[in-house]
């Protein structure tokens, strides 16, 4: 699991193994990163870097540091695509899309402004996003060849969409709780009491979260919730690769 945090004002990318416990500090001393996420398939990292005399820009390299490749500039909040092919990406309030290895990037939100936080549905035909004012921001969902965009949420707050493995369901964050919906609406259910930043496992039984400063995990078949591990301070959990 990769995840970030912010101490005195320094940002750390870490990896967490699950199983053993033990953490890599994968940040870098002679640049910014954040916002790193891992690719479906296990093989590379994107993330957002600023390079030592350079402007902030998505990159991707693979798991050991090595093909360090920069892809695009201004880009922030990036999302894999299931099959590990494409970016989504949040450039001046806009969401665009690219293919891993460079290119065009492709407009995808349409109109809407100030929007953010993509994630990919299974298939990798529709990316649901967060627009919107702040304090009435909404879960929008969109065709990646065109169709929608789509309102699925109410606009009373809803941001940090995750979209389930199995393509059912949409988690999403609002005034500090995490909620689940439809991928075209329709009713809501509250997940979590407390919790911000939701991300499913890889297998989508499981919803990792973060509390405070700490990890939790919420099992919805069993309807539990359990402490994984202490994070650290303004703990982001960015992605739960395999």
């Not at 496992?201 to 919420?218: I, Y």
Request: glycine share 14%.
């Amino acid at each position: 699991m990769l995840y970030q945090t912010e101490e005195s004002g320094r940002l750390q990318i870490h990896l967490l193994n699950l199983a053993s416990g033990e953490r890599l500090d994968l940040s870098s001393p002679k640049r910014v990163d954040f916002a790193a996420v891992e690719a479906p398939d296990g093989k590379r990292i994107a993330l957002v870097s600023a390079p030592s005399g350079q402007t902030p820009g998505l990159f991707v390299k693979n798991l050991d540091g090595s093909g360090f490749l920069r892809l695009t500039d201004r880009a922030k909040g990036p999302a894999w695509s299931p099959d590990s092919s494409r970016l989504a990406f949040m450039r001046d309030g806009k969401i665009y899309a690219m293919k891993a290895t460079g290119g065009e990037a492709k407009l995808v939100s349409g109109r809407l402004e100030n929007c953010d936080s993509p994630t990919w549905g299974p298939g990798g035909t529709r990316i649901a996003f967060e627009s919107g004012r702040v304090g009435g921001r909404a879960i929008w969902v969109v065709g990646f060849e065109g169709a929608g965009p789509e309102k699925i949420t109410a606009g009373e707050d809803e941001t940090n969409p995750a979209w389930s493995p199995q393509g059912d369901r949409i988690a999403f964050q609002s005034r500090n709780n995490i909620y689940l919906t439809g991928p075209s609406g329709g009713d809501v259910t509250l997940a979590v009491k407390g919790g911000a930043f939701p991300t499913w496992s890889p297998e989508g039984k499981v919803l990792a979260f973060v509390r405070g400063e700490e990890l939790w995990v919420w099992a919805p078949a069993l309807d539990r919730e359990a402490r994984v591990a202490v994070l650290g301070p303004r703990a982001v959990v960015t992605s739960w690769g395999r």
